[in-house]
């Protein structure tokens, strides 16, 4: 069985853009959720999607934002971006919500200039 | 929610077996118990979840005291490639929940 996927692996913005980052969870699994990794903050969960509807936001502004669709595959959009958001993007799936079992995809790694 | 705190690092030898420790005195009595590995730049992997007393899969046995207050994951002969962070997580089932993890715990495995 495939793994989560996240695409892109790796990419370069610039402050002021937006990037939009993608998660296909394991088939089957219709819960998805997002986190944040640096350094000094550690994994900081962003949000959890299940059945296209947001369960759970963490404390992140508005800038960040998702969605997931009908076939479970989710979408992160971080707008007007800042230096800050530099950041390993973790996405992670799991066959029910809330269950504290999830498959963690490689991450897509985000450098702010 | 259930606020974890684990140490920050450990140190063994290969061929030790390995117990990492995790306090969650505020558990609540419908959260579960889970522990993950990372590896530098990837995602954190599943090692074992529980609820109470002992669970034990193939890598690895998770202690849950009767109170609930803390647990203690087991890696049995730990190699070099066990040098990982190593996280508690305490996550409630079937129920609106937001999954913190803590600060980990580095585990330095040594030759």
């Given at each position: 069985?495939?793994?989560?996927?996240?695409?892109?692996?790796?990419?370069?913005?610039?402050?002021?853009?937006?990037?939009?980052?993608?998660?296909?969870?394991?088939?089957?699994?219709?819960?998805?959720?997002?986190?944040?990794?640096?350094?000094?903050?550690?994994?900081?969960?962003?949000?959890?999607?299940?059945?296209?509807?947001?369960?759970?936001?963490?404390?992140?502004?508005?800038?960040?934002?998702?969605?997931?669709?009908?076939?479970?595959?989710?979408?992160?959009?971080?707008?007007?971006?800042?230096?800050?958001?530099?950041?390993?993007?973790?996405?992670?799936?799991?066959?029910?919500?809330?269950?504290?079992?999830?498959?963690?995809?490689?991450?897509?790694?985000?450098?702010?200039? | 929610?259930?606020?974890?705190?684990?140490?920050?690092?450990?140190?063994?030898?290969?061929?030790?077996?390995?117990?990492?420790?995790?306090?969650?005195?505020?558990?609540?009595?419908?959260?579960?118990i889970?522990?993950?590995?990372?590896?530098?730049?990837?995602?954190?992997?599943?090692?074992?979840q529980g609820y109470?007393?002992?669970v034990?899969?193939?890598?690895?046995?998770l202690?849950i005291?009767?109170?609930?207050?803390?647990?203690?994951?087991?890696?049995?002969?730990?190699?070099?490639?066990?040098?990982?962070?190593?996280?508690?997580?305490?996550?409630?089932?079937?129920?609106?929940?937001?999954?913190?993890?803590?600060?980990?715990?580095?585990?330095?495995?040594?030759?």
């Amino acid at each position: 069985k495939a793994g989560v996927t996240q695409t892109p692996r790796y990419l370069i913005k610039t402050r002021g853009q937006q990037v939009t980052l993608s998660c296909s969870p394991i088939s089957g699994h219709r819960s998805v959720s997002w986190y944040q990794q640096t350094p000094g903050q550690g994994l900081q969960f962003l949000f959890e999607y299940f059945s296209e509807t947001q369960r759970n936001k963490g404390n992140f502004p508005g800038r960040f934002s998702g969605r997931q669709f009908s076939n479970s595959r989710s979408e992160m959009n971080v707008s007007t971006l800042e230096l800050g958001d530099s950041a390993l993007y973790l996405c992670a799936s799991s066959l029910e919500a809330n269950t504290g079992e999830l498959f963690f995809g490689e991450g897509s790694r985000l450098t702010v200039l | 929610l259930a606020k974890t705190t684990q140490p920050i690092s450990m140190d063994s030898y290969e061929g030790q077996e390995v117990n990492i420790t995790c306090s969650h005195n505020n558990i609540a009595t419908n959260d579960y118990i889970t522990w993950y590995q990372q590896f530098p730049s990837q995602g954190p992997r599943f090692i074992i979840q529980g609820y109470k007393t002992k669970v034990t899969n193939e890598v690895a046995s998770l202690f849950i005291p009767a109170d609930r207050k803390s647990s203690t994951l087991s890696l049995p002969r730990v190699s070099l490639s066990d040098t990982a962070v190593y996280y508690c997580l305490v996550a409630r089932r079937n129920n609106f929940n937001k999954f913190y993890f803590g600060s980990g715990t580095k585990l330095n495995v040594k030759p």
